[in-house]
């Protein structure tokens, strides 16, 4: 028979964990004390980078101290998340979570890294964008239906380019492929800069992107717009699919903020308070909206709600076109 655990021991055991509680409730009272860093999961330049710094100087004044960015790139954004999920539940390390990142990575990569239905603390959503289809100027493509009909025409061998493997962009790009039914190779980039760059150059003939990236390019008649997945202030003059008769292409991508797992629900909720401060903020939102994004202020739960209702759609998605993330 077991010896029953001494009323001592047990005392020491409920004394350690009052203290480790009280402790946590008094770190997450003095929060913040030192830098917040925010992790971009895309090199510098791109949309997802863009859109945070134009939050982080007014969040920096709502919080009281500086917001560090901190850009860790690669394999379709799924890095840098990884590198969020794994750091130090103590509110100092947050990370920029996308439709890419936290939906459509679970259907590419079976070996993820990180769980997005569990392994983050969601604090709130910044905004979300509609998707742009921009072609190599030398495509002369005015509209989604000429695009298409000269795509099945010409014989030359045609490429896409996606800001990464796993990415809403690379998604949108295989099922344009699958709508056209003729074979394009697939080119993954980075982050958004290299992939512009190609695009520009003619390396690459088409890419799906949001426009916070795209439009100063679009603007400077680098590359030409074709459609939009949703009317956007940022190319008013840009029709959307739907408006052409293209159905299917509806997508718009959100931005969020998410810590790692287990960090105290009270940072999270001041987090998420100052966020949604900045967020309405008229000259926050008149910058966003300057890049195409909407702002969407909201709480956590929304966010979290968003990220598990389109893990499976964008796993459906991935299956219809057979995109992997090889």
């Not at 996308?98 to 079976?110: I, Q, R």
Request: charged fraction near 15%; aromatic fraction near 8%; proline fraction near 8%.
């Amino acid at each position: 028979m077991q010896s029953p655990t001494p009323t001592w021991r047990m005392t020491r055991h409920v004394l350690i964990a009052a203290v480790a509680a009280l402790g946590g409730a008094a770190h997450a009272e003095t929060w913040p004390s030192r830098p917040v860093v925010i992790v971009v999961p895309f090199p510098a330049g791109g949309g997802t980078d863009l859109v945070v710094r134009s939050i982080q100087p007014a969040l920096q004044r709502e919080l009281g101290q500086p917001v560090v960015i901190d850009n860790r790139g690669g394999a379709g954004g799924t890095i840098g998340s990884a590198y969020v999920a794994r750091a130090t539940p103590d509110g100092y390390t947050a990370g920029v979570v996308t439709t890419s990142t936290h939906a459509v990575s679970v259907a590419l990569y079976p070996k993820l890294g990180y769980q997005p239905a569990k392994d983050f603390s969601y604090a709130g959503f910044i905004g979300t964008s509609p998707y742009v289809l921009a072609v190599n100027k030398q495509w002369k493509a005015s509209d989604a239906k000429s695009l298409i009909a000269k795509l099945k025409t010409d014989t030359t061998p045609h490429s896409f380019a996606s800001v990464g493997v796993g990415t809403v962009s690379h998604l949108m790009g295989e099922q344009f492929q699958k709508l056209v039914g003729v074979p394009m190779t697939h080119v993954p980039y980075r982050g958004a800069a290299p992939a512009y760059t190609d695009l520009i150059g003619g390396q690459v003939q088409m890419m799906f992107d949001n426009p916070v990236g795209l439009a100063p390019y679009i603007k400077a008649q680098k590359v030409a717009a074709v459609a939009t997945t949703a009317p956007t202030p940022l190319l008013p003059d840009v029709p959307t699919f739907d408006s052409q008769g293209v159905r299917g292409f509806e997508q718009q991508l959100w931005y969020g903020i998410a810590f790692p797992r287990n960090t105290p629900a009270q940072i999270v909720v001041r987090f998420n308070a100052a966020l949604n401060k900045v967020l309405e903020d008229k000259s926050v939102a008149d910058d966003l909206a300057a890049k195409g994004v909407a702002v969407r202020p909201g709480t956590p739960a929304a966010l979290r709600a968003a990220v598990e209702k389109d893990i499976p759609y964008w796993g459906t998605t991935a299956k219809s076109v057979g995109a992997t993330g090889e």
